[in-house]
């Protein structure tokens, strides 16, 4: 069997065989496992993976899963392809962004038709005494960047937009 799992915006790809009476292969992204299966109770599992032992418990609710590892705690969202594709789609529309409070900008780093990555910084704001690097909230293109360096911007001013 096939599965598709993400971590924030990564898509991992597990595929599962079932090699004997609680007995599995197990491929992330192609690195095969060996994995046994011990049930302890309805909620708590051994898991032996490659040699290496895990106390695995699971608890679940209509929105996600609790799962404890060795005591430490994985949540995992349940969330449909369509809702995944949404969220996709919303990420990646034009993004205005604003400033909140009046600054000058002291230096542009991306210019319009510049690619820029997420969280990459397109302009160096001073407010208040400090520089604040802004940066972009997704992947895209600058599709407008209405100031340049030295000007004076006012709180509530579209600094550059993002598609």
Same mark, same amino acid.
Do not use: C
């Given at each position: %069997? !096939?599965?598709?799992?993400?971590?924030?915006?990564k898509e991992f790809k597990v595929s599962l065989e079932e090699m004997g009476r609680s $007995? =599995?292969?197990? $491929?992330?992204d192609e690195k095969p496992f060996d +994995?046994?299966? @011990?049930?302890i109770?309805?909620?708590?599992? *051994?898991?032996?993976?490659?040699? #290496?032992?895990? !106390? +695995?418990?699971?608890?679940? !609710?209509?929105?996600?899963?609790?799962? =404890?590892?060795?005591?430490r705690l994985f949540r995992v969202e349940k969330r449909s392809v369509l809702k995944i594709? #949404? &969220? @996709?789609? $919303?990420? /990646?529309? #034009?993004?205005?962004?604003k400033i909140t409070m009046?600054?000058?900008?002291?230096?542009?780093l991306a210019a319009e038709?510049? &690619? +820029?990555? &997420?969280? &990459?910084? +397109? /302009?160096? /704001? @001073?407010? %208040? #005494?400090?520089? !604040?690097e802004i940066k972009s909230p997704q992947v895209g293109k600058i599709v407008r960047m209405n100031f340049k360096a030295g000007d004076y911007v006012e709180a509530g001013?579209? *600094?550059f937009s993002v598609e």
């Open positions: %069997m !096939n599965y598709s799992f993400w971590l924030g915006q $007995a =599995f292969r197990i $491929a992330v +994995v046994s299966v @011990e049930f109770g309805q909620d708590e599992l *051994l898991l032996n993976i490659d040699g #290496k032992i895990f !106390n +695995v418990t699971i608890n679940s !609710n209509s929105l996600s899963h609790s799962v =404890f590892v060795n005591g594709l #949404k &969220e @996709e789609k $919303a990420r /990646l529309k #034009k993004k205005d962004i009046p600054g000058r900008v002291v230096q542009v038709g510049d &690619e +820029v990555r &997420e969280g &990459e910084a +397109v /302009l160096v /704001l @001073e407010a %208040m #005494k400090m520089q !604040n001013s579209i *600094l």
